[in-house]
């Protein structure tokens, strides 16, 4: 099959509609009768279009569907499932699961960052008020020591006689209203008091080696540094270069 022939076909898959891939295929081979091995040549123009589309497919014994994604994938054709905490073969041209297997995801903090996001709601059907709580509570820890933690009050009416609809309504309202929130936060802080507070480096133009952090001694120049690499945003304390002058003077520097 020639190179031009193979765009134009592989552009047909890309194209396919939602759900609609197993049709396409029909169609392909019934206008390429003559060269029956075409098909099989489209694996990667299938792989791209199942990932790209977030295809979901119900896995041998299971009832819910699962994403097929790049996100998770575990390559060789493997893909993973966070809920049933298992893995499965998946076929990019007839769209099936098989092979499962369990599959535990260890705990890594590779991106060095960590979070959680809670949410507590107390509903009482016969006022129709919903109260509750949001707290956020991310750390990161990338070349500095960052750390937010926040808490809304949550007081909202549900309308249409607090039907079980309108209460997940409410809910989902509110909670994106505050994540928007956040979002334009961070973006603040970035361009603003984040700047204003600290350096983009350390006075000595370095980055803290934060896994060594433990070997500082009180008094050294490199310590002295890493207190001021170091402050917590909500609630909590900023070390600026006037904590390293009252640090230089304990230190008789």
């Not at 123009?45 to 896995?59: C, D, M, R, W």
């Not at 006075?203 to 120049?221: A, E, H, L, M, T």
């Not at 909500?234 to 520097?253: F, M, P, Y």
Request: aromatic residues 10%.
């Amino acid at each position: 099959m020639s190179s031009s022939k193979a765009a134009i076909v592989s552009s047909f898959v890309q194209g396919a509609p939602p759900g609609e891939l197993a049709d396409v295929i029909a169609d392909i081979k019934a206008l390429t009768a003559d060269e029956p091995d075409l098909v099989t040549s489209l694996g990667p123009a299938f792989e791209k279009y199942n990932t790209e589309q977030f295809t979901t497919v119900k896995l041998p014994g299971g009832s819910q569907q699962v994403i097929v994604s790049s996100y998770n994938s575990l390559g060789g054709g493997r893909f993973y499932d966070v809920e049933s905490q298992s893995s499965f073969t998946f076929s990019h041209t007839t769209q099936k699961a098989s092979n499962v297997q369990s599959h535990v995801l260890e705990s890594k903090h590779s991106d060095l960052m960590n979070g959680r996001w809670r949410s507590l709601y107390l509903f009482s059907p016969s006022t129709s008020s919903l109260v509750g709580s949001l707290k956020v509570d991310v750390h990161y820890y990338e070349d500095g020591n960052v750390r937010l933690l926040t808490t809304k009050p949550i007081s909202e009416h549900v309308g249409a006689g607090g039907s079980a609809t309108e209460l997940v309504r409410t809910i989902a309202i509110t909670e994106k209203k505050y994540q928007e929130e956040l979002n334009l936060s961070f973006v603040a802080l970035s361009e603003g008091a984040f700047k204003g507070l600290r350096r983009q480096l350390p006075i000595s133009r370095q980055k803290i080696d934060w896994y060594k952090v433990g070997n500082y001694r009180v008094c050294s120049p490199t310590f002295s540094l890493a207190i001021a690499d170091i402050f917590s945003f909500g609630g909590g304390v900023v070390v600026t270069d006037r904590g390293l002058a009252d640090l230089g003077a304990l230190c008789g520097t």
